[in-house]
Nanobody, 117 residues
């Protein structure tokens, strides 16, 4: 059973930065894809960014140029550096890890990010 533990959320002013961390209970080399999703109140969960083992990266349109996803295999972790934060970035952010065989889709417990003055 894969466990993912997020940290780094909080309250930040518009224009500020935060860095989210997600530590996996197993080697990240086991995953076919790792990423971050977010869900704002009353909205569906959406992709923020994901990264493959060969570092193919996708970003959601609303975060391109502001957010950066990265991994550290030595720490079995994935990170999300968030810059130029906007109030519309306010959401619960979830870490996700996917394995193709057997099909496994693991989620962290979520961390709240609030962007407000």
């Amino acid at each position: 059973q894969v466990q993912l533990v997020e940290s780094g959320g909080g309250l930040v002013q518009p224009g500020g930065s935060l860095r989210l961390s997600c530590a996996a209970s197993v080697s990240i080399f086991r995953f076919n894809l790792m990423g971050w999703y977010r869900q704002a109140p009353g909205k569906e969960r959406e992709l923020v960014a994901d990264i493959s083992p060969i570092e193919i990266i996708r970003y959601g349109d609303s975060v391109k140029g502001r957010f950066t996803i990265s991994t550290d295999s030595g720490k079995n972790s994935v990170y999300l550096q968030m810059n130029s934060l906007k109030p519309e970035d306010t959401a619960v952010y979830y870490c996700n890890a996917k394995i193709d065989h057997p099909r496994t889709d693991s989620w962290g417990q979520g961390t709240q990010v609030t962007v407000s003055s």
